[in-house]
Nanobody, 123 residues
């Protein structure tokens, strides 16, 4: 079992920044961590992912160059630094863990999920 707890969401003006955190506990030998988001009335979509070993990252085109994912292996924590935020970034952001294999972008490729944290970007 893996428990994931997100934090850092909130309300920010367009152009601002937020940093989300995802702390993992329980089984900590997973392969990769991902961030997803879900806006009202839309499907959950991939945002970014990172491998625990080596730190390889992958981003959705919509956030490339604005969002940055990182990890602290000692703290079992993954971060999502979000810069130049836009109103269309408004969503509930979820972190998820993939127990084995390389980075994937599908929601069914991840094994455990956090409860989500709300990010609202005002125009």
């Amino acid at each position: 079992q893996v428990q994931l707890v997100e934090s850092g969401g909130g309300l920010v003006q367009a152009g601002g920044s937020l940093r989300l955190s995802c702390a993992a506990s329980g089984r900590t030998d997973s392969s990769a961590m991902g961030w997803f988001r879900q806006a009202p009335g839309k499907e959950r979509e991939f945002v970014a992912a990172i491998k625990w070993s080596g730190g390889v990252t992958y981003y959705a085109d919509s956030v490339k160059g604005r969002f940055f994912i990182s990890r602290d292996n000692a703290k079992n924590t993954v971060y999502l630094q979000m810069n130049s935020l836009k109103p269309e970034d408004t969503a509930v952001y979820y972190c998820a863990t993939r127990l084995s294999g390389n980075i994937r972008t599908g929601i069914y490729d991840y094994d455990y999920w956090g409860q989500g944290t709300q990010v609202t970007v005002s125009s």
